[in-house]
């Protein structure tokens, strides 16, 4: 008699189990992968470290083993809310570009500039502000100020779309050419270095600091922001109606402007008809 459950008919298919057949080094490389997903451990500090020592081998940072455990620490600690994957990469990067050992706020510079996209520095937010002013023009501020990411809309709400858009034409009136780009680096720098710097902390630093902010700023100078940022929003809410256009509003939730029109009616309000009786 056949034993149908240790003999396969003839007729069937042959299924092969793939994880029978796996080599210790799939099963080690599938490991890693999954690993790199996951944020820094000691295990993985020890294996980019020393591909750093690998990479550096003349630095004097690394000549004694004392030296290479406590960066192997410090790096355990300094990444460990950080994917292994993102410090990987900008290790990577490191070694490819330049001829010193990294430091730690260097790789988390690399590691900020890959995970924000949006961060643009200075030199490339001027070249999308200079193609906005030259595709809309002084009648279509509203647009451009709706293509541009928030930090660099902020700069030029700062100045004034209508104020750019002359200081551009100053050079095509025998003016002092490149007025508008002065003025955009001097607003737009300093907000884009807080946020490169912010954006550089590890997770749990960067709420720390923001716990310590918002205490801070419940009164004094977070306060005359406040009452300067809606006193803003009221004088340009004149000039809005005016024009025809819509007045803006501060959302609630982020204390930036939106316009009214956008704003949704609250959701736990009454039926005026209902007595609140129930059926």
Not at 172 to 179: C, F
């Given at each position: 008699m056949m034993n149908w459950n240790r003999q396969q008919h003839p007729d069937q298919p042959h299924h092969k189990d793939p994880a029978r057949n796996l080599t210790p080094a799939d099963t080690s490389r599938r490991s890693w992968h999954r690993s790199r997903r996951d944020n820094m451990t000691e295990k993985n500090a020890t294996e980019l470290v020393m591909v750093i020592v690998r990479a550096y081998p003349n630095a004097a940072r690394f000549d004694s083993i004392e030296a290479i455990e406590d960066t192997i620490a410090l790096w355990a600690t300094q990444f460990a809310d950080d994917p292994v994957e993102l410090v990987a990469i900008a290790t990577?990067?490191?070694?490819?570009?330049s001829k010193w050992p990294p430091s730690i706020a260097e790789i988390r510079e690399l590691?900020?500039?890959?995970?924000n996209p949006d961060l643009l520095p200075p030199?490339?937010?001027w070249l999308l502000v200079s193609d906005l002013i030259a595709g809309h023009g002084e009648f279509g501020g509203e647009a451009a100020l709706a293509d541009m990411p928030e930090m660099i809309r902020r700069a030029v709400e700062s100045i004034g779309w209508t104020t750019l858009i002359e200081m551009h034409r100053q050079a095509?009136?025998?003016?002092?050419?490149?007025?508008d780009r002065v003025a955009f680096m001097d607003q737009y720098k300093p907000v884009y270095e807080r946020e490169r710097q912010k954006a550089q902390l590890s997770p749990t630093l960067r709420k720390q600091i923001e716990a310590i902010e918002d205490r801070s700023a419940a009164g004094g100078a977070g306060k005359s922001?406040?009452?300067a940022q809606a006193r803003r929003i009221e004088h340009e809410?004149?000039?809005?109606?005016?024009s025809g256009m819509q007045p803006l509003a501060i959302n609630a939730d982020t204390t930036e402007p939106s316009l009214l029109g956008d704003r949704k009616a609250p959701t736990d309000q009454k039926d005026p008809g209902d007595k609140g009786g129930n059926i």
């Open positions: 990577n990067q490191h070694i490819q570009t590691m900020a500039r890959a995970s030199d490339q937010a095509y009136r025998g003016g002092k050419p490149g007025l922001l406040e009452i809410n004149i000039y809005r109606r005016l």
